[in-house]
């Protein structure tokens, strides 16, 4: 059915105005001001912690725990050899330094620990910095005619 004049209408819930709790028995919400009858929630000042189950032990305490997190973990961005060779055919790069990966869409973060791996073909010579590299990823870039520069980390 085409639009015109005769069947346009409002989006849903455009013309509905705000509930105004607590103006008195005129509003259509007096007296309990939509809480109910006594009861915790009908209280002033009540508010319940994420997960309160009224007292049932909750969800998160019943399940089992299991292993532990370690804080001290590095997380890197793994970044395939076929995607730094997609952007060096695209763009025509022929160094990529830490800054330059956030920029050609390779990482998320100018932050982002980059580790380089070795899925794909370099056709290209490429001079890549990364903190860290796969050992085959050493061997397919020098293979290509680039150089593969590894930063220190402040790992122990």
């Known amino acids: 059915m085409a639009k015109n004049l005769s069947n346009l209408r409002a989006p849903k819930r455009a013309n509905v105005e705000r509930k105004r709790v607590g103006r008195g028995m005129g509003s259509g919400m007096g007296k309990t001001s939509t809480r109910g009858h006594k009861g915790q929630g009908s209280r002033s000042g009540s508010s319940l912690m994420r997960g309160f189950e009224g007292g049932q032990m909750p969800l998160h305490r019943r399940l089992p ?21 997609q952007v060096v055919a695209e763009k025509g790069v022929s160094t990529i330094t830490l800054e330059d990966y956030r920029p050609l869409g390779l990482a998320a973060s100018r932050k ?28 397919k870039i020098e293979k290509a005619g680039g150089k593969a520069i590894a930063l220190a980390t402040a790992e122990a």
């Not at 725990?65 to 060779?85: D, M, P, Q, W």
């Not at 580790?115 to 794909?120: D, E, H, P, R, V």
Request: charged residues 20%; hydrophobic residues 50%.
């Open 112 to 139: 982002a620990m980059i580790k380089i791996l070795a899925n794909g073909e370099l056709t290209a010579p490429v001079t890549i910095t990364a903190h860290k590299f796969s050992k085959a990823a050493i061997e």
């Open 65 to 85: 725990k299991r292993g532990f997190t370690n804080v001290f973990r590095i997380e890197y961005t793994a970044i395939n050899l076929n995607r730094i060779a």
